[in-house]
């Protein structure tokens, strides 16, 4: 990994704002029902595998990606238009409901695992991919304090798209441009082997 990628980890740890509106999740239960159809009742998108598990995950980070889908930050035809009425209060009860469930592990393709797992943990010297645990952790349970999410359990269809959408340029609300860098050196081949490690990665 090097020095760049490192600085900048610990640039985003020292720099990130921790001010936001403090939420309640008994508010954001009854706020949710909207949001169930596609991420489910407790966040773990039972329906639809390219639609995100966002049980467990950081409060500040579902407050990020819903606030950039109201802004224009980041842009999806389903997600953009349900963001656009909610406040910062409802945003913040959201976003403490869905981080107070428990994510579902699910199960990794086994011709896939070792090389996944190799990516995740080692990164790729030859064409400079960075291990994704730098920012995810060992575990895949994220870095709060840095707004990196956890991927752990994460179906592996959402994880490889939004691994072909920062490399393709139709995610760009990454801090420091970081994704759209390590994504543009992975193959196909390394991202299915990833979002299929990480579909199994118990934190």
Not at 48 to 66: C, F, H, M, T, V
Request: glycine share 10%; proline share 5%.
């Amino acid at each position: 990994m090097n020095k760049w990628f490192i600085t900048a980890i610990i640039a985003l740890s020292i720099g990130f704002n921790l001010a936001h509106a403090a939420g309640n999740a008994d508010e954001g239960k009854n706020k949710a029902a909207i949001c169930a159809g596609c991420h489910g009742a407790d966040g773990n998108s039972p329906i639809n595998p390219l639609w995100p598990k966002i049980a467990g995950q950081s409060p500040r980070y579902i407050e990020k990606q819903i606030k950039d889908f109201k802004s224009g930050a980041r842009v999806d035809q389903t997600m953009s238009p349900m963001a656009m009425p909610l406040s910062d209060q409802d945003i913040a009860d959201l976003a403490a409901y869905y981080s107070s469930q428990k994510r579902q592990i699910g199960e990794a393709a086994a011709d896939k695992v070792r090389t996944g797992e190799a990516i995740y943990r080692a990164g790729n010297l030859e064409t400079g991919v960075a291990a994704c645990m730098a920012c995810h952790g060992p575990a895949g349970s994220g870095n709060p304090q840095a707004n990196f999410p956890g991927i752990a359990g994460q179906h592996a269809p959402y994880v490889e798209k939004a691994l072909k959408d920062f490399r393709d340029g139709k995610r760009t609300n990454d801090a420091s441009k970081m994704m759209q860098g390590v994504a543009s050196r992975m193959s196909d081949e390394e991202m299915a082997a990833v979002a299929q490690y990480v579909q199994g990665l118990s934190r």
